[in-house]
């Protein structure tokens, strides 16, 4: 059994769980702060795509729940998937998004790092957004 070094990635948002919850699971909002991953996303065949700079990958997301967990499984050209865990949770009055951050193996140091720099300014982008109090929070 192989387990992977992981890198914690986090940020508070002052926005309550329910509504960081609402607007990042859903799929197409995922381009307006995930921007690692590609700058848009469409529906094909019941499977969500994305050409992104890793080429045109497949996500598959956890079903909506109460539990503020965003996982989702990104499957890329050469048929590896990555799982990509990812959580919100009440801070005080308001959320805290976690992202657990998988070294993929033979990955570089330098690589391991600038992917957690990604995901950091990524996180970033959504506590912006969501902050910003422009953002449809519907369910």
Do not use: C
Not at 19 to 48: D, M
Not at 103 to 113: C, G, L, N, T, V
Not at 121 to 134: P, V
Request: charged residues 25%; negative net charge.
């Amino acid at each position: 059994m192989t387990t992977y070094e992981s890198r914690y990635v986090g940020v508070s948002i002052d926005r309550p769980p329910d509504e960081v919850y609402a607007f990042a699971s859903k799929p197409e909002n995922l381009p307006k702060w995930a921007t690692g991953l590609g700058e848009s996303i469409t529906r094909t065949n019941g499977e969500w795509v994305v050409d992104s700079p890793m080429g045109t990958v497949k996500l598959r997301f956890a079903e909506r729940n109460g539990f503020g967990v965003l996982d989702h499984d990104v499957t890329l050209e050469s048929g590896v998937t990555v799982h990509n865990p990812i959580r919100v949770v009440p801070n005080g009055g308001g959320s805290e998004v976690t992202f657990i951050l998988f070294r993929q193996p033979d990955m570089s140091d330098e690589k391991f790092a600038e992917d957690s720099a990604g995901v950091q300014k990524d996180l970033r982008i959504l506590k912006a957004l969501l902050e910003n109090g422009q953002q449809d929070f519907k369910k």
